[in-house]
């Protein structure tokens, strides 16, 4: 991991200060930003271009406003890794009582297991789409693949996949380029959009958010920051390595920054790209992903057709070890495991063992009766509830002296902490007074 010796300073307007420091930049981008990435998952397209194809524009705002809470919790959750030297779980291990621990991981497993399954399902619609050939199969074939790649690949080099990864959220910039779009009347719905507080608009709004702010991005960004510490020579938690932190908190902040800003210009064109060509020919009903580049062939054309898809294939590449790999982070040290990437296979193996099985029975699932949509629903139910528990307890930890030492929360990044945990605490009473209604 880059400590203070290693990382260049960088400027107040958030940019390095010559060519071989934007080089450092680049290879400091990690954590934040494949965390970002991630968040734009095959389960989050879909519910972009539902969003774009029944509102239009309208709620394109909401990606300005979930921006700098995502920065803020994401950051939080960044420097507790950091600092301590250990995970969100490995910290509610040792401050909060076991019941509370075991109940919110189980519930962030359930819900990780139901969104593999459903990214899997998306990943493989989309391949047929390209190729056809059978879905299963190639279910099958995305599973043991992300597996394999957690399981053998050397993490060093797993990370820098990751990154490259990254680049495939690209062909939905790209995506928006290829069809026509009023931007004018795009720039007015994004500063003066009109609001309404109809039902249909608010459970939108409740599954924006719990789409962009989810549990699982919290433990992986914490995990991958405790990652880097074991792995760079000479790095140690800032608890006690003070002298490294000026350089660690800044490129935490720029990564996290760089990545969350990544996730939601991303999702806004696929909302845009949504707008501009399944709303505005009445294709107003998109269940997934998969359905919605179907129906952007005969709209817009076979490229812009064929990068939507691919797109949906790269983020689920992307996704499926966030989603499989923050498990294991969150059971591992719950209990106590060994656990890490960087780990061979054999002296970590209940770790990759859930990997593995969190992998499999997603992949189960699409042999299952289980409607996707549904099963969509209901991760989106649990990542809602259990998201704000998790973030009062995260904002507790971050601001304890006694956790965090020197480094506990400035003001600042504690109010917009607890801003984004009181949004999320509506977001979850309007997602359960809208399923009722």
């Given at each position: ?27 400091a ?21 539902q ?36 995970g ?41 789409l ?5 879905a ?37 910039v ?50 991958q ?57 009445g ?72 990997i ?82």
């Open positions: 991991m880059s400590t203070s010796t290693t990382v260049p300073p960088v400027l107040p307007n958030g940019t390095p200060g010559n060519s071989s420091q934007a080089s450092r930049f680049l290879e981008l990690g954590p934040g930003l494949t965390t970002g990435a991630a968040d734009d998952d095959p389960s989050g397209i879909a519910t972009y271009s969003v774009g194809a029944q509102f239009g524009y309208q709620l394109g705002w909401t990606m300005l406003l979930t921006y700098p809470l995502m920065c803020a919790i994401q950051q939080i959750s960044a420097q507790i890794g950091r600092v301590t030297g250990r969100l779980a490995g910290n509610l291990r040792r401050h909060t009582p076991g019941w509370v621990l075991h109940g919110l991981v189980a519930s962030l497993v359930v819900a990780n297991i139901l969104n593999i399954g459903a990214d899997l399902g998306a990943m493989a619609a989309a391949l047929k390209l190729i056809h050939g059978p299963i199969l190639y279910v099958v074939l995305f599973a043991v693949g992300s597996v394999a790649l957690q399981v053998f690949v050397h993490y060093s080099r797993y990370v820098t996949i990751l990154k490259w990864l990254t680049l495939s959220l690209f062909a939905y790209a995506t928006a380029f290829t069809v026509h779009i009023p931007w004018r009347d795009v720039g007015i719905q994004l500063i003066l959009p009109r609001m309404s507080f109809d039902s249909d608009h608010i459970t939108a709004i409740v599954a924006l958010f719990g789409t962009t702010i989810s549990p699982y991005l919290f433990f992986w960004q914490a995990s920051e405790v990652e880097r510490t074991d792995e760079e020579t000479g790095a140690e938690p800032l608890l006690h390595a003070p002298h490294q932190a000026n350089g660690e908190l800044d490129r935490i902040r720029v990564d996290t920054y760089v990545g969350m800003a990544f996730s939601n210009i991303v999702a806004l064109f696929i909302i845009i790209t949504a707008a501009a060509t399944l709303h505005a020919s294709h107003t009903d998109i269940q997934t992903s998969s359905q919605a580049a179907e129906v952007l062939r005969p709209l817009a054309g076979p490229f812009t057709f064929t990068l939507f898809a691919l797109g949906i294939i790269g983020t689920g590449l992307l996704a499926l070890p966030v989603l499989a790999g923050s498990a294991g982070y969150a059971l591992g040290e719950a209990f106590h495991w060994r656990t890490g990437l960087a780990r061979e296979a054999r002296a970590a193996k209940a770790f990759y063992g859930t593995a099985v969190a992998t499999a029975v997603g992949a189960v699932l699409n042999f299952s009766a289980l409607d996707p949509v549904r099963a969509l629903f209901w991760c989106a139910v649990i990542n809602g509830v259990v998201a704000v528990p998790i973030m009062v307890l995260l904002m507790v930890l971050a601001s304890r002296r006694s956790v965090m030492g020197q480094f506990h929360l400035s003001l600042p990044l504690k109010s917009m902490g607890w801003l984004a945990t009181g949004v999320m605490a509506l977001a979850a009473v309007g997602l359960f007074v809208t399923s009722v209604v």
